[in-house]
C-alpha cells in the first residue's frame, strides 16, 4: 500500500515540474526584448517565493 502512494507522489512533482519548466519555455519563446522578459522573470519569481513563504 506504501509503494502506490509513492507513485502517486512521484506522479504529482513530475506534473508540477514539468508544468514550471515548461512556462519557462514559453517565456524564453515569448516574443519580447531582452529587458522586458528578465523583468517579467524577476517579477513571477519574487511573487512564487512570496506566495512559498506563506
Do not use: Q
Not at 506534473?15 to 516574443?31: S, V, W
Request: proline share 2%; hydrophobic share 40%.
Amino acid at each position: 500500500m506504501a509503494s502506490d502512494n509513492n507513485h502517486g507522489n512521484g506522479f504529482l512533482i513530475g506534473l508540477i515540474a514539468g508544468g514550471a519548466l515548461g512556462a519557462i519555455i514559453g517565456l524564453l519563446y515569448a516574443p519580447k526584448s531582452g529587458k522586458e522578459l528578465r523583468n517579467d522573470i524577476k517579477l513571477k519569481s519574487n511573487e512564487y517565493l512570496d506566495d512559498a513563504d506563506k
